[in-house]
């Protein structure tokens, strides 16, 4: 995938494969989510998934509101 030190560089959903003990994982990079900011096909693609992992700018100020706003979107 793209790299690069500013926000919204993955566009689109990278798949990648990684093995864990004996298990062989997927995994996928998704575009940024934010209220403002749900591609359409990726409600499907959580809740077709086993696991889900979002992580949060604790950094900011409104870190917290942001992710439950987040959160709500996928209720």
């Known amino acids: 995938p793209e790299i690069a030190p500013y926000p919204f560089t993955t566009r689109l959903p990278q798949p990648g494969m990684m093995t864990w003990e004996d298990v062989t994982v997927q995994l996928i ?22 696991l889900v992992v979002l992580l949060v700018d604790l950094g900011s100020d409104d870190g917290i509101e942001e992710c439950q706003a987040v959160l709500d979107k996928f209720q």
Do not use: E, I, K, Q
């Open 29 to 50: 990079d998704t575009p940024p989510v934010t209220a403002d900011n749900l591609p359409p096909y990726l409600l499907g693609m959580v809740r077709g998934a086993n």
